[in-house]
């Protein structure tokens, strides 16, 4: 059974770099029927596509957060990693990780998710 | 972007009831609507993809139409499992989701 946990610090001072790490287990990274992505969720916003990755490291990345982050593809650890710099409250959110399928990548559904890493900027 | 646009923003039902919410996208995203299901405290599920087809394991009780701009998820008859958030999303460009409907007990 496919899983996938984030991991990384829940707090983070403003200006500073957000890093996460999603492991997945049961099921390979490489795998070329998926792709992976981190959406973000807060109470105002709601949810919010973060950015794809393939196993080769081809990335995708929304338009409002691409000069930010860096989404990067460990296949010898089967990790995906997320990190989000200068970051402001308004960062503040779940931070999930998850597997995207479909036809229509670098989008597509997301099949399977991580239980999710709340991480507070604050100082 | 895309804009997702869900109605109700919450619905109030009972078991036995059938609910049905709506998603509106302002442009033609043709069947790439996807719907999740999320309960508080966890992760969002996914229960129907490309607008219409049910993803292994979700309950035929759950069902999706629509394409162009509207679509809808009808739960036929809802279960005590069934409380919960509905988010649609639409994967015809950057993903982006609707603000969610809430199905509460009545």
């Known amino acids: 059974q496919l899983q996938l946990q984030e991991s990384g610090p829940g707090l983070v001072k403003p200006s500073e770099t957000l890093s996460l790490t999603c492991t997945v287990s049961?099921?390979?990274?490489?795998?070329?029927?998926?792709?992976w992505g981190w959406v973000r969720q807060t109470p105002g916003k709601g949810l919010e596509w973060i950015g794809t990755?393939?196993?080769?490291?081809?990335?995708y990345y929304t338009s409002s957060l691409k000069s930010r982050i860096t989404i990067l593809v460990d296949t010898s650890k089967n990790q995906l990693s997320l990190r989000l710099r200068s970051v402001t409250a308004a960062d503040t959110a779940i931070y999930y990780c998850?597997?995207?399928?479909?036809?229509?990548?670098?989008?597509?559904?997301?099949?399977?998710w991580g239980q999710g890493a709340l991480v507070i900027v604050s100082s | 972007d895309i804009q997702m646009t869900q109605s109700p923003s919450s619905v109030s039902a009972s078991i036995g009831d059938r609910v049905t919410i709506t998603c509106r996208a302002n442009?033609?995203?043709?069947?790439?609507l996807n719907w999740y299901q999320q309960k508080p405290g966890k992760a969002p599920e996914v229960l129907i993809y490309?607008?219409?087809s049910l993803q292994n394991g979700v309950p035929s009780r759950f069902s999706g139409s629509g394409s162009g701009t509207d679509f809808t998820l009808t739960i036929s008859s809802l279960q005590p499992g069934d409380f919960a958030t509905y988010y649609c999303?639409?994967?015809?460009?950057?993903?982006?989701f609707g603000q969610g409907t809430k199905v509460e007990f009545k």
């Open positions: 490309a607008a219409s």
């Open positions: 998850a597997r995207a399928t479909g036809g229509s990548y670098p989008f597509g559904w997301l099949d399977s």
């Open positions: 990755i393939y196993y080769s490291g081809d990335t």
């Open positions: 999303q639409q994967s015809y460009s950057t993903p982006t």
């Open positions: 442009q033609s995203i043709i069947s790439y």
């Open positions: 049961g099921g390979s990274i490489t795998s070329g029927y998926f792709y």
